[in-house]
């Protein structure tokens, strides 16, 4: 296994101390405490949720712009007010020009919505569950996620993570590719076992620098060409 310090090296040399610093600190939210993820209502999880499905496939400025009709739309995101709206009053959203007019994404957030009010049952909070998942299996949280939500399968799930400040990597084309040049990982992961190894993986990398996932994933990226 290649030492992270090796790999750190490789990135200061490619892009430099200030660019590295600059990409963590612009390119994803601020990392966020157990206790700030608590204090988040459950109705600005579920917005994120649905921000995240959107913005897949489009251009992030796009959807950013049209999200406040949508906050609208769906009455601020209160689960328990998406939960109540009927097949008929999802299906109208189609008819508003205001929103990105893709009907399974409208159902997800309504179905997303019943999740959530679920998860707040057995959890107490979205913000709770999230705090407590531990960081040395956070591909268990990817495949958690997937399972209880709509369309947050995939790439999803650890996004809607990174947005709501959850300390997570990412498996980006660029860590991929890291990956197979450093020789820690061959090919791109296919399934729950593979994801298992690179947890492995930035577990060991956490021990060696005591740097948050997220950071790490953010360096890999940057060591190679």
Same mark, same amino acid.
């Given at each position: 296994?290649?030492?992270?310090?090796?790999?750190?090296?490789?990135?200061?040399?490619?892009?430099?101390?200030?660019?590295?610093? &600059?990409?963590?600190?612009?390119?994803?939210?601020? *990392?966020?405490?157990?206790?700030?993820?608590?204090?988040?209502?459950?109705?600005?999880?579920?917005?994120?949720?649905?921000?995240?499905?959107?913005?897949?496939? *489009?251009?992030?400025?796009?959807?950013?712009?049209?999200?406040? @009709?949508?906050?609208?739309?769906?009455?601020?995101?209160?689960?328990?007010?998406?939960?109540?709206?009927? &097949?008929?009053?999802?299906? @109208?959203?189609?008819? &508003?020009?205001?929103?990105?007019?893709?009907?399974?994404?409208?159902?997800?957030?309504?179905?997303?919505?019943?999740?959530?009010?679920?998860?707040?049952?057995?959890?107490? $909070?979205?913000?709770?569950?999230?705090?407590?998942?531990?960081?040395?299996?956070?591909?268990?949280?990817?495949?958690?996620?997937?399972?209880?939500? @709509?369309?947050?399968?995939?790439?999803?799930?650890?996004?809607?993570?990174?947005?709501?400040?959850?300390?997570?990597?990412?498996?980006?084309?660029?860590?991929?590719?890291?990956?197979?040049?450093?020789?820690?990982?061959? $090919?791109?992961?296919?399934?729950?076992?593979?994801?298992?190894?690179?947890?492995?993986?930035?577990?060991?990398?956490?021990?060696?620098? $005591?740097?948050?996932?997220?950071? *790490?994933?953010?360096?890999?990226?940057?060591?190679?060409?």
């Amino acid at each position: 296994m290649v030492a992270f310090a090796k790999i750190e090296k490789a990135a200061l040399k490619r892009v430099g101390a200030k660019e590295l610093q &600059d990409r963590i600190k612009t390119r994803m939210p601020p *990392l966020k405490s157990a206790a700030a993820l608590k204090k988040v209502s459950d109705d600005r999880y579920l917005s994120l949720i649905g921000l995240r499905i959107f913005r897949a496939g *489009l251009k992030h400025e796009m959807v950013d712009a049209k999200w406040p @009709a949508f906050e609208k739309a769906f009455h601020r995101f209160d689960p328990y007010k998406v939960r109540a709206m009927s &097949d008929e009053a999802i299906e @109208a959203l189609m008819k &508003d020009a205001r929103l990105i007019r893709h009907l399974g994404k409208l159902k997800a957030v309504h179905a997303n919505a019943a999740a959530m009010i679920a998860l707040a049952d057995e959890k107490g $909070g979205c913000g709770a569950y999230l705090a407590a998942w531990p960081g040395e299996n956070i591909v268990g949280l990817w495949d958690d996620l997937a399972k209880r939500f @709509a369309h947050l399968g995939g790439g999803s799930g650890p996004y809607f993570l990174r947005m709501a400040g959850k300390d997570t990597f990412v498996l980006s084309d660029w860590v991929v590719k890291a990956l197979n040049e450093w020789g820690a990982f061959e $090919g791109a992961p296919k399934g729950k076992a593979d994801r298992a190894k690179i947890q492995a993986l930035f577990n060991e990398w956490a021990k060696e620098t $005591g740097k948050p996932l997220a950071h *790490l994933s953010m360096t890999l990226a940057a060591s190679v060409d």
